[in-house]
C-alpha cells in the first residue's frame, strides 16, 4: 500500500456519527460495495468517518464513545477488504471539537471570557489528549492496522481559553500578574500576548499527541486538519506526516488555488480535499447538491497543477455505509487525475511572482486563534494573478525571509495591521538591489509610504465611494475606497475619478526604488476582484506585470482565462496549463457539467537552449514550436480543463 507521500488521490467518506433512533451502524454495509470502490476507482487511499465532531465513535471501540448500536465490526470490514485490495485506510476522526467529551468531562472543555466552559471545543491544555484522543489513535494503528489518521476541527476548532488553569499557566510562564483582568479584547493588556500563548497552547498539544502516537506506531500517518496551511501559515512545528485540507464547498476552485499554493511553500507531503456538493446555495438555501464530475476534475486541476495531492469528499449514509451511486461517478476524476500525474505530483513550481501571506498580520486581524478571517484580499488577489494569467506562488514569513532574490515580483496584499519591521526592512532592500514590489489597498501603500520620499496619497475616507477606473485611456471599470496618489519620477499605470469624463487622477503609479521598482494600487483590488470580477482588473494586473518583472512562462494570446505555471523537477520542466472559465463563486450555480474552454492560446516560454521537443499531456501528442533568443514559441488551438507542456 502506498504511503501519504505517494498518494496522488484518495476518497474521503464521513457522516460524523450520532446516535437517532433505531440507528445500527453497519445496517446496510457491504463487503461487495468496498471491493467495487477499490476496483473500479482505483484510490491510493480510502479515508472513512471514524469519529466526528459529535463525539461518537463510529465503530465499536473499546473505549468508552462508541455508538450505542452496530450491525458488526464496520472497522475491521474496511480494514481488510482495503488491505487485500492494496489500498491504504486513513480515518477521519474530530480532534479539538467533540461535543459528547465535553458534555461529560465539562472541566476540559474550552472557557470563555464569560465563565463558561464550551459545549464542543476542548481546551488543548488539559486532559483530553491523554484520556482519548491517544488511546482510541493507538487502538486506531494497532488493533485495526490503519495507515493513518486525519485529525479534523483542529486549528480552526480551537480558539482563546480562559479556563482559570490556562490564565495561571500564562501568568507563570510569562512572568506576568494579571491580578483578575482577563484580556478578552484589545482594549486590555496582553491581550495579544495572551492569544499567541493559547496558539502555543495548540502546537504543544498537536507535538504532544503526535509524538506519543509516533513513539508506538512510527508508521501511523497523522495529519492535523489545516494545520500549517493558509489557515496556520506558520513553520511546521510538529512531527505530522502530512499536510492536509478541506476548501471551501462554495468557490471551491478559488479557494483551491489559494489553499494550494499557501500549503505548498511548507516543501511538505500535502493534498487538499473538495467537497463532491455545494451547501446553502442561492436564496433557497439547497444543501448538499452534487457537482458534475467536470466540476471537480477543475477543482482537482487547480491542486495538482501546484504539485499537490488530490482527495474528494462524499458523505456516508447515516449507517456508515457509503453512497455509490456518487461514487461511481468518480470514476472519470480517478481517470483524470491518473493520466495527468506523471508530468505534476510532487514537482516544485518554478519561482515567479509571489504573494505574501502574513503571519504577522494575520495574527493580529483574525477574531480566532487560527482561521480564514479577512483573508478575502489574499484569496481574490490569487484569483487574479492566476485569471490575468501571470504565474504566482504564495509565501508568508517564515518562507520568504532571505529568500526574496529568487522571486522576479512580490506582491503584498491589503494589510489590516502591517507586518513586523525586519518583513518590512527586507521587502525594501529587495527593491533596492532591483527587486519589484507590488503593493494593493489603502493601508499597505500606506504602510510602506515612508519609505517613498515624495509620496502623496489622498487621505480623504473613501470607503463607501466608487470611483471611475481606467488603464490605457479605457474607461470599463469601477473601484471602492479608491485613492489618488503621487510621486516623484512615477509613472502612471492606471488613472481614476469621480465621473467618466473626469478620469485624470493617477490611481496607480510604478515608482523607482533604488534598482528596482515598486508599484502602489491604493484600492483592495483583491477583495474586491474575489466579490466582482472586472476584466479591466485583470487588464491592469497584466500592465503591472510586463513593467515589473519577465516570468517563464507569458501567455501572448487566449480567449478565455487561462492559468499557467511551471512546474520542475530533477531537471524536467511542464507548462501547467488550467482552464479557469466558470462561474465558481457565482450563488446562483451550484453544478456545470460544461466548462467552456481556452481558444487560441499562444505561448512564450523561458528555455536557456532548444529543447528536443513539446509533448502535449496528457494526449501525447507533439508539439510544434519555434525558439529563438532564449524562448519558445508555441501555439496550442484548445485547452478545455487542463493540460500540461512537458519540455524534452
Known sequence: MKRRSESAFGLHFDFHASPAPGLVVGATLREEDIREICRLIKPDFIQIDCKGHPGWASYPTELENAMPAFAFDTLALWRRVTKEEGVALYLHYSGVIDARFCANHPEEAIVGADGKPSGNVVRTAGHYADMLLIPQLKELAGKYGADGVWVDGECWGTTVDYHPDTVAAFERERGIDLSGKLPVSKADPYYEEYRE??????????????????????????????????????????????????????????????????????????DLMAWNFRSNHSDLHLSGVPKHPVQIMQEAAAVLAVGGGFQNYITQYKDGSPRMEQIRLMKPVADFVRARQPFCFRWKAEHNAVILLSTHDRALHEGGLY?????????????????????????????????????????VPELKYGLDDGMKAELLRYAENGGSLLLTGPFTCRFFADAIPGLVIDEKDRENEQRWLTVDGVHTGI???????????????????????????????????????????????????????????????RKLAEKLFEPTVKIEAALGLLEVGVLEEDGRRAVQLVNANGAHASREVATEDFIPPILDVTLSIKAEKKPRGLILQPEGRELAFNWKDGKITVEIPRVDLYEIIEIR
Open 197 to 270: 500563548f493559547c496558539r502555543e497552547l495548540f502546537r504543544r498539544y498537536v507535538r504532544h499527541y503526535v509524538d506519543e502516537v509516533h513513539r508506538e506506531y512510527p508508521d501511523f500517518q497523522i495529519a492535523s486538519n489545516w494545520a500549517y496551511t493558509d489557515h496556520m501559515p506558520e513553520a511546521v512545528s510538529a512531527n505530522v506526516d502530512f499536510l492536509s485540507g478541506d476548501f471551501n464547498p462554495g468557490n471551491s476552485f478559488n479557494a483551491a488555488r489559494y489553499a494550494g499554493r499557501a500549503i505548498a511553500q511548507q516543501n511538505r507531503t500535502w
Open 371 to 411: 482561521g480564514r478571517g479577512g483573508y478575502e484580499r489574499t484569496v481574490g488577489l490569487t484569483a487574479l494573478f492566476c485569471d490575468a494569467g501571470v504565474p504566482v506562488e504564495i509565501a508568508s514569513e517564515h518562507t520568504l525571509r532571505g529568500a526574496c532574490a529568487k522571486f522576479g515580483l512580490i506582491a
Open 479 to 541: 473601484l471602492k475606497n479608491a485613492h489618488e496618489i503621487s510621486a516623484p519620477d512615477s509613472q502612471t499605470a492606471a488613472k481614476i475619478g469621480d465621473a467618466e469624463r473626469e478620469i485624470t487622477l493617477p490611481g496607480a503609479v510604478i515608482v523607482p526604488y533604488g534598482k528596482g521598482r515598486i508599484a502602489l494600487v491604493p484600492a483592495d483590488v483583491g477583495t474586491q476582484y474575489g466579490a466582482c470580477a472586472q476584466y479591466i482588473l485583470r487588464d491592469l494586473l
